[in-house]
C-alpha cells in the first residue's frame, strides 16, 4: 500500500498496528464532519490497545500534507468462523463534537460570521467566512445539535463549512478561493465523467418575503456565483430560451439581504447540478470539497472548471493512494415551513419603539430564554385605528410561528388557562361579553337582556338595562356642552339633594 503517515495520539503508530493496516478511507462532503474508516486484519490484541473511543487519530499523504485529523468514534471486531478477526474503527474530524452538543439559548443580533467564529473556538481553529453575507439577526437555537444550527445558518446565507488546516471555513459553491488544481486525463485522471443537464435550469430566482412590519421584501438573483469564476452551466440557458426563471413565495426574510442570500442561494445549486464532474483520480490531499479542479483531455465540449463537493481519499495495496471526486451539490437542509405554535408568558411589554409588541418566556422551548419583541395580533388593526388591547406581563398568550422558527414569533391571542374569568360563566343562559382591565374597569354586554354596564374599580357606573338606566358616580359630576343648548325631556324632573 501506498505508504500514508497514521499518528495516534500524535505519536506514530506502532509497527504491529501499521503492518496490519488493509485500507485506510477518508471521505470528505461539503457540509458535514469529514470521516476516517481503518480497516486492520489479524491485529494482535496488544497491537490496538491504543485504539479508544476518544483517540485522536492523524492519516497525513507521503508528503507530509495532513488529510484528516480525526477522533475515533466507533470501533467494531468482526469475526467468522473461516476467516481472521478484522478489526474496523471509525472516526469524524472535530466537527463531530459540535453534533453532540445542544445548546438552548437566545441569541441576541447574530449572523454567521459570530456562529462560525463560536465554532472554530469550540474545535480549536481559525474561523474564515466569506465577505458580503446578511447582517447579523436575533436567533433561538432550540432543536437538533449546535452542528445543525451552524449548518443552517450557513444554508441560509448559500454557505457550507469545511474544516481543515487548522480553519474552519464557510463559502459558496463558487468554491474556497484557492488556485484550480488541473486534471489531466491519462495522467492524474483515471476516469471521468461529465454531465449537462437542463433538468435543475434556472435562468433567475426571485424571492418574495415578508417581514413581520407587513411590507413586502423582494429580491432577485440572476448571476450564480459560480459564473464569477468562469464555472460554464453547459448551455442549458441557450438551449430553453424563456424558460428557468423560479419564484420562491412567502418567505420569512426581515431584510432585502436576507431574501437575496436564499435567492441566491437556490440559483447557486441549480448552477451546480446544470454541469456536474465525477472521476478517479490520482491520490492528493489538495483535491478537497470546495476546491476548483480544471479538467483537461475529455473533449473539447466536456472540458472545464469544476467545484468539488465530495473527494474520497483511498489507501490499499492494491491501488495505492486514488480519490474519487464529485461535484454535485450536497442536498441542503430542509427546515420545515409549517407554522407551529406554544405557550408563552410574557416578560416585557416596554417596546421601545412603541409598537405594541411583547417579549415572552416559552416554557415548553426553553429555560429562562427570551424571545425577541413580537407583534401581537389585534382586531381592527391599521392606520390609526383598531382594537388596542395588549397583554400585560405574567399573562400567557398563544405564539404561532409563521415557518417553524421560534426566533420569529407571532402573538396571537391570551389565554386564561385556569385562571378566573373577568365574569362567570354560565351554562344556562348565554355568556355576556366583558371587556376588563388590570386596572378594573369593565365593559359588560348582556347576551340575554338588552342590558350594558360599563364600571370602574372606584364604584362608578353607567347600568343601562331592561329594569332602568342608573349613572353613579363617586366624585364631583359636571355635565357640559359649551357653546351649545342643554336640553332634559323627561314626563318629571326630580333634584334630590343627599
Known sequence: MSAPVLLVDGNPASPLLAAAIISIRVEQVLGVPAQLLLLFADLPAEGGTDLRLGTAITVKARDGVTLIEAEITAIA?????????????RGYDRLHRLRKKQAVRALPATSLVELVREA???VGATPVTPPGLPGPRFRLQHEGSDFDHLRDAAAECGCYLRLGDGRLEAFTLAGDGADAATLRLGANLYEARIEASAEALRRSVAVVGWGLDGDAITARAT?????QVDIEDGGALQGFEGLGDRLLPNRRADTPEEAMALAQADLDVAAARARTFTGLAEG??????????SVVGVGPRADGMFVLTRAVHQFSAE?????ELDTTPPARPARAMQST?????VTN?????????????LPAFFDNVETDWMQVLALGAGAGKGAAIFPEIDDRVLVLFTDGDPARGVVLGGLWGRQALPSPADAASPRAYVLRTPGGQQLTLDSHRPAIRLETAAGDLLDISPDGARLHVTRDLTIEAPGRRLRIRADRVDFEQG
Not at 448571476?223 to 459564473?227: R, S
Not at 416596554?350 to 415572552?360: H, M, T, W, Y
Open 77 to 89: 471486531h468482526q469475526a467468522t468462523s473461516g476467516g481472521g478477526p478484522t478489526l474496523m474503527v
Open 120 to 122: 472554530a473556538d469550540a
Open 223 to 227: 448571476v450564480a456565483a459560480q459564473d
Open 284 to 293: 492528493d490531499p489538495a483535491l478537497r470539497p470546495g476546491r476548483r479542479v
Open 319 to 323: 491501488r495505492g493512494h486514488v480519490v
Open 341 to 345: 405554535s406554544t405557550v408563552g408568558i
Open 349 to 361: 411589554c416596554d417596546d421601545p419603539e412603541q409598537l405594541g409588541r411583547v417579549k415572552a418566556l
